[in-house]
């Protein structure tokens, strides 16, 4: 396989809690997540990834995955486990349970380029830490919160043994590479917006997401 398409799904349907500043921008509807899961279905060279750990995560998406015989892997704020509108300990297990995977999302949503000590140690090692005692193996797979990085991020990373950092910065991937870019479902998706994504970027924009990649892993 050439490259794949990897897509991140944040929230689906109703919000049950209020939603941060921007939020709402890759908040997509039931009709919209259907849309895609079809699209996907039988695509080796897509993956869906999720992030935040959202309710929808196991309460929509989970049996709409299952349905289509799908896999994705699902990466969770471990300091927002249980509360209002998100998984919880039994959610994780659920989507586990169901041949799903669980990867770290960091504690609390924080910019990872603006870690203090006691900030880093919970996203980079306690979130860890929970998440593995929760799937019983550790979890060693990471989707970097906003695709904020920078090269003391990516190095931070590789010593502390992550084995795959997601981005969001769009654009295909190798399979095996160690950073991944994603493309994050907008709220105004349509069939025309998921055949462009699915299609690959036009030499132009691959050129330009190329570009902005360098400049973050270097600065």
């Known amino acids: 396989m050439r490259a794949v398409t990897n897509l991140t799904v944040h929230g689906i349907g109703r919000t049950t809690r209020e939603l941060d500043p921007g939020e709402g921008d890759t908040w997509v509807s ?10 996907v279905a039988g695509r080796p060279d897509v993956r869906l990834t999720f992030d935040d750990g959202n309710l929808s995560d196991v ?13 994705a892997e699902f990466f969770v704020l471990a ?20 041949g799903m995977r669980i990867g770290s999302h960091g504690w609390a949503h924080r910019d990872w ?12 090692s306690a979130a860890h830490h929970l998440l593995g005692q929760l799937v019983g193996e550790p979890v060693s ?5 906003f695709g904020s990085y920078d090269r003391l991020v990516l190095n931070r990373l590789r010593r502390m043994g992550v084995t795959r950092a997601y981005t969001s910065d769009g654009g295909r991937a190798r399979p095996g590479s160690w950073l991944q870019p994603r493309t994050s479902l907008r709220h105004d998706l349509d069939r ?19 570009a902005t990649r360098l400049y973050k892993r270097m600065r």
Do not use: H, M, N, Y
């Not at 039931?30 to 699209?39: G, H, K, N, R």
């Not at 049996?63 to 015989?69: C, D, N, S």
């Open 30 to 39: 039931l009709a919209q997540f259907e849309q895609v899961v079809d699209a």
């Open 79 to 98: 300091g927002l486990l249980g509360e209002p509108g998100r998984l919880d300990s039994d959610g994780v297990r659920e989507l586990l349970g169901a």
């Open 59 to 71: 309460e929509i998406a989970l049996p709409r995955l299952v349905e289509r015989g799908l896999k």
């Open 113 to 124: 380029r603006t870690l203090g000590t006691r900030e880093a140690a919970e996203e980079l």
């Open 141 to 145: 797979r990471v989707a970097i919160p």
């Open 192 to 210: 025309g917006w998921i055949a462009r994504v699915l299609g690959g970027p036009s030499l132009p924009r691959r050129a330009a997401k190329l």
